[in-house]
């Protein structure tokens, strides 16, 4: 895989944890907990980095991640709250 499909690949699943990261932290304590599972997954990754070399696609990539992220983020936390809605009415 190349290293910006992979990069792409870990905005998506950064982006899918927002939602069980706000079911098991609460409103409260939601971005402090989100904040600390995005600084592991990018930190887990920045070797990943010294692959990337300048090119077209590098630079499309870093322009999509915060869209992949977002987007995957609202996905999820649409879908834990309507699963917490579904679940608290029975």
Known sequence: MSPEKRELALASVL??????T???AGPERFLTWYAV??????????????EI????????????????????????L???????ALVERW
Do not use: N
């Open 37 to 50: 599972v995005l600084g592991g997954g990018v930190f887990s990754t920045a070797h990943w980095l010294r």
């Open 22 to 24: 706000y079911l098991a």
């Open 53 to 76: 070399k300048p090119s077209r696609a590098a630079w499309l990539t870093w322009l999509a991640w915060p869209f992949v992220m977002l987007s995957g983020a609202a996905v999820s």
């Open 15 to 20: 982006g899918l944890l927002a939602g069980p």
């Open 78 to 84: 649409l879908g834990c709250a309507w699963l917490k």
